[in-house]
């Protein structure tokens, strides 16, 4: 288990004005951010990051969705980062995550839902590499 995990703010949340508030709350939850970068994914890195779904039906629309806005990046660092991570964001469909999440709060639906949250220590680690440089990792 590490104390990091790694999220984007989607460009779903990015279009509507959460990006502060989603901000502001991951901080009061006590995660603290080591990196932070706002960007755009062209479609040939959306696709690269979402490779692990390149066989599902839904990989075209991620692909397009994720590369359709602005993005925020960033690297947290909590005690049991990617669990607590999870929690706070809730279940992939808004419509089950539970009350005062940040899906409940801020996603429309599981296609457009407003923050991703590494899986994995693992992967944490993987995403967290795709977007950041060492010397942009505080």
Known sequence: ????????????????????????????????IVALKMTKLPAEKAGEFYAVHKERPFYGELVEFMSSGVIIAAILEKDNAVAAFRE???????????????????????????????????????????FFSGLEKF
């Open 1 to 32: 288990m590490t104390n990091r995990t790694f999220t984007m703010i989607k460009p779903d949340a990015m279009k509507n004005g959460h990006a502060g508030a989603i901000l502001d709350r991951i901080s009061k939850e006590g995660f603290r």
């Open 88 to 130: 706070l964001i809730g279940a992939t469909n808004p419509a089950q995550a539970a009350a005062g999440t940040i899906r409940k709060l801020y996603a429309a639906s599981v296609g457009e839902n407003a923050i991703h949250g590494s899986d994995s220590d693992d992967n944490a680690k993987i995403e967290g590499d795709f």
